[in-house]
């Protein structure tokens, strides 16, 4: 059984994903980890990568890439918006992807894959495929309190303005853009608490697994 969640920064996926997997036995990929090791290696060879410096860091990801420190800095974030609207940094992470979804680590009989074209591009025939999102001022405030606990400094209107420039970004580039599947269903996260996220998601896997 594969389950593809999508949708933009901070809607809450990466939690929903863990959750899911744990409870139905799944093996889980979080595939912004991806881009993310790739603009991390890119940034590591130059201060501000271009095109060619992304194109091969992607040619060269190296396992343990995706468990680096500092993936998750607004600056990688946004190098790995820049990084994943090229075509030849989107090809040479999709076969990972497939390959995990076909073939799931630790002999598991499953994956759920979270990203922005799982559902669209990586995994297009996923059993169960949900679109989580929530407002951009929800996210944004959910991402300042990851950010607090973390003991960095987060001032709100910049964080906002870092999900909004992110969200256009991802939302309009020519390849993959961030959008729903036609056979997604729409999960708003914004007045939900993480339990009530994790119950709704189970019931659409429950009822599309069933169908
Ligand atoms: O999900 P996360 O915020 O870690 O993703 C970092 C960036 O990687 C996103 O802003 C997006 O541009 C890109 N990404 C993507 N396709 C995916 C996962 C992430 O383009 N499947």
């Known amino acids: 059984m594969i ?8 809607a809450g996926k990466g939690t929903l994903a863990k959750r ?10 979080d595939s912004g980890l991806l881009y993310r090791a790739t603009a991390a290696v890119a940034l590591e060879r130059t201060v501000a990568p271009g095109d060619a410096e992304f194109i091969d860091a992607s040619g060269s990801l190296q396992p343990g890439d995706s468990a680096r420190n500092g993936l998750h800095s607004n600056a990688v974030a946004t190098a790995a918006s820049k990084a994943a609207a090229l075509p030849e940094v989107r090809a040479a992470l999709l ?14 009989a499953g994956a759920v894959l979270d ?6 591009v990586v995994c297009p025939d996923a059993a169960v495929k949900i679109f989580v999102t929530a407002s951009a001022e929800v996210r944004a405030k959910r991402r300042c309190l990851e950010l607090q606990e973390r003991g960095e400094d987060a001032i709100y209107q910049r964080v906002l303005q870092h999900v909004r420039e992110r969200d256009r970004s991802d939302e309009t ?11 997604a269903v729409l999960l708003d996260t914004s007045a939900l608490t ?7 998601a189970m019931a659409i896997v429950r009822s599309r697994s069933a169908g």
Request: without cysteine.
């Open 3 to 10: 389950i593809a969640l999508d949708g933009p920064a901070a």
């Open 20 to 29: 899911l997997a744990a409870a139905l036995d799944l093996a889980h990929l």
């Open 95 to 108: 076969a990972f992807q497939q390959n995990f979804a076909r073939t799931p680590p630790g002999g598991k």
């Open 115 to 120: 990203g922005r074209d799982i559902g669209t």
């Open 173 to 183: 580039r020519p390849v993959a853009p961030l959008k729903p599947a036609s056979d």
């Open 194 to 200: 993480p339990d009530e996220v994790f119950e709704k």
